[in-house]
């Protein structure tokens, strides 16, 4: 019986220090600078910036931040804007962060309030690895379709849309 539980353990030892790997190379190919709650700094999201909340401390959902809300695309298709609280709800992160660039001032494109709006209330054919939130985002902020599966895939394209490192700020309380 100790066996498999050491089998388990080994692997998730493996995973942790596959994530911890991943995260470097991010670092060292400079697509980010502060991955979320690496930094304290806070900053007040405005309409556009691309905020994220983590699921469960292995992954990271996305969203565009627009009136005080969170558009998002939902794991049923349905594009919807949502309050911060309800972003956090059922995960297991409790702080949400905004892609910023190395002044901390949030990354915001200049179509992705519209892009955002007009997706609003629609249906997009949810998939986790051809159809997500990360790509959601990316096609808000560029205007363009492209496969993103991976929150770290969504950092090197944000990093190339607005020429700068992401560095992942807190959101201040006060707009939580």
């Excluded at 353990?9 to 690496?38: L, T, V, W």
């Excluded at 809300?69 to 309800?86: D, T, W, Y």
């Excluded at 944000?158 to 700068?164: R, Y």
């Amino acid at each position: 019986m100790p066996l498999p539980l050491l089998w388990l353990g080994a692997g998730i030892a493996a995973a942790y220090a596959g994530s911890q790997i991943a995260r470097e190379k991010q670092k060292s190919d400079g697509h980010i600078r502060h991955f979320p709650g690496e930094h304290q700094s806070e900053v007040t999201p405005v309409d556009g910036s691309v905020v994220c909340c983590g699921i469960y401390e292995l992954f990271q959902h996305t969203g565009i931040w627009l009136d005080g809300n969170i558009v998002e695309l939902r794991g049923n298709g349905l594009i919807r804007g949502i309050s911060p609280s309800r972003f956090l709800a059922d995960r297991s992160g409790n702080r949400i962060f905004v892609a910023c660039d190395d002044a901390l001032t949030p990354l915001v494109a200049p179509d992705a309030v519209s892009n955002a709006l007009e997706r609003l209330y629609t249906y997009s054919e949810y998939d986790l690895v051809s159809n997500n939130c990360h790509r959601f985002v990316y096609e808000c902020v560029s205007g363009h379709s492209r496969r993103i599966t991976r929150f770290a895939e969504l950092n090197a394209a944000l990093k190339a849309q607005f020429q700068t490192p992401v560095h992942w700020q807190p959101v201040h309380p006060s707009r939580r």
